[in-house]
């Protein structure tokens, strides 16, 4: 199955804004690769260059090892599902997949083969004579899929398809186009701004923000090791908490100072700063929410472990079943897993522990991790 690859692709328009910024990546045939970040960042366009809806300002792109920068979109053997797409009114949910094929001149027998592939395989069977307005959502989606996959595409470009949605559905949708993946072959490039469906086994992420690639790699290995603080935001609901914090020796040992708290590193961890001449100066202290515990009032310092934060009550928020407190500390808003105790009014102090172990640390000015490759 054919794969591409993106050379120093980069997109600007004629008033000088720059969206896609020498973007270079490289697409095994087969692959499904998820492109992620927030809205603005570039997705819509770099898959429409890919599509050829819009012209690359400079770089190549390469389809099956073959230079297609220029090619006609029908040239480029992909099929693209667009955010929000509609199937063609007054057409029934059958006509809507033949339709192309026809205006094609396939013949009766192709095309019925290929309605047969893919009724099947999308489970259509009930709704072939359905009319737009009487799907439900997950309907119209299978039966926009359906439009796109008849043709036999080789590569299929989905623009969040899933914008919108509710979360219980979206990744409902995306396991389904996960199986259709498993099933056929074919290799898939889906473009979301929904950061809670990033983490997909079996697929490659590759995060995006201001026209540029800031991680790729497998979903879980990002989420572990995150290069940047915007990689380790996106990647993880709550996102990860981030503090200035201030790096100084205290018996051998380095102690960060942040606000709300303190915490002693790890010896490695303490000995890369000083290696890299952080002590004394301020870095990005970052953990994640689920990585605090809080702790009762009768807890002492000593049975918080290696650190501990404190700030204001502010509310409670669940998020992916689990309950979170958000406080604050000096100016930053903070969030930490809650116990089983909640807080019982805004203003009230929490305190939660923080273990070494689970913290990260990024460089103030380059937002980068501190020893990353």
Do not use: W
Not at 18 to 40: H, N
Not at 264 to 283: D, M, P, R, T
């Amino acid at each position: 199955m054919p794969g591409l690859e993106l050379k120093n692709i980069s997109k600007s328009y004629q008033n000088g804004r720059k969206v896609i910024r020498d973007f270079s990546l490289v697409v095994e045939g087969g692959e499904f690769v998820i492109l992620a970040g927030p809205e603005g960042c570039g997705k819509t366009t770099l898959l429409r260059m890919i599509a050829g809806l819009e012209e690359i300002t400079s770089g190549t792109l390469l389809i099956d090892g073959e230079d297609m920068t220029h090619a006609e979109p029908r040239e480029r053997k992909l099929a693209m599902l667009f955010q929000n797409g509609v199937l063609y009114p007054g057409m029934s949910v059958e006509e809507n997949l033949t339709f192309a094929l026809s205006m094609q001149r396939l013949s009766q027998s192709e095309i019925d083969e290929r309605l047969k592939e893919t009724v099947s395989l999308l489970s259509l069977e009930s709704i072939l004579s359905s009319m737009p307005d009487q799907l439900t959502k997950a309907e119209t989606y299978r039966a926009l899929l359906g439009r796109a996959l008849i043709r036999r595409p080789e590569i299929l470009l989905l623009d969040r398809a899933m914008s919108g949605a509710e979360e219980e559905f979206a990744g409902g949708m995306l396991k389904e186009f996960r199986q259709i993946h498993e099933q056929t072959g074919i290799t898939v490039i889906y473009a979301t701004d929904r950061e809670d469906t990033v983490r997909m086994p079996g697929t490659r992420l590759v995060v995006m923000n201001e026209g540029m690639i800031c991680q790729e790699g497998e979903p879980g290995e990002i989420y572990e090791n995150p290069s940047c603080c915007f990689a380790a935001c996106f990647v993880g609901r709550p996102p990860m908490n981030l503090l200035p914090a201030s790096a100084a020796l205290e018996n051998g040992r380095v102690r960060l100072s942040f606000p709300g708290g303190s915490l002693l590193l790890l010896k490695e961890a303490g000995a890369l700063l000083e290696q890299k001449g952080y002590i004394g100066k301020e870095i990005i202290m970052g953990i994640r929410p689920g990585d605090m515990r809080l702790l009762a009032e009768r807890e002492t310092e000593k049975d918080a472990g290696d650190g501990e934060i404190r700030g204001e009550f502010l509310e409670t928020e669940d998020c992916g079943g689990r309950t979170y407190i958000r406080f604050q500390t000096g100016e930053y808003e903070t969030v930490g897993l809650a116990g089983a105790l909640l807080p019982e009014a805004a203003g009230e102090t929490v305190r939660f522990s923080m273990a070494a172990d689970k913290v990260y640390l990024f460089d103030r000015e380059t937002k980068e991790a501190i020893g990353a490759a």
